[in-house]
């Protein structure tokens, strides 16, 4: 059975920063390309940042590009998110994704449905 357990949300002023962790079990990790997702309320999902298996490639939407950084622990099963200079527009509830369509050192999965694995979620607030 696959988990992902997301922490490290919270409540932080504009400008500050959060390092959100993902930790997964039941797969093998390292085979695996991960993602985060957000949702505000009374919005989509949307993409924020995905990371190829070996963590050797990485993409970011372009409202966090600059801001945040997607790494990854492959020792600890664990993917991370920085979130620097944090705006209350990134206010939303951050998913951690596994098992994505496909992920290559040029492009990789951005539509949730692309994704196999989910985690319960973790809220970050942004106050102005």
């Known amino acids: 059975q696959v988990k992902l357990v997301e922490s490290g949300g919270g409540l932080v002023q504009a400008g500050g920063s959060l390092r959100l962790s993902c930790a997964a079990s039941?797969?093998?990790?390292?085979?695996?390309?991960m993602g985060w997702f957000r949702q505000a309320p009374g919005k989509e999902p949307e993409f924020v940042a995905a990371?190829?298996?070996?963590?050797?490639?990485?993409f970011y939407s372009d409202s966090v590009k600059g801001r945040f950084s997607i790494s990854r622990d492959n020792a600890k099963n664990t993917v991370y998110l920085q979130m620097n200079s944090l705006k209350p527009e990134d206010t939303a509830v951050y998913y951690c994704?596994?098992?994505?369509?496909?992920?290559?050192?040029?492009?990789?999965?951005?539509?949730?449905?692309?994704?196999?694995?989910w985690g319960q979620g973790t809220q970050v607030t942004v106050s102005s």
């Open positions: 039941g797969l093998t990790f390292s085979d695996h390309a």
């Open positions: 994704a596994g098992g994505a369509g496909y992920c290559s050192a040029y492009a990789c999965s951005q539509e949730p449905d692309e994704y196999d694995y």
């Open positions: 990371i190829t298996w070996s963590g050797g490639s990485t």
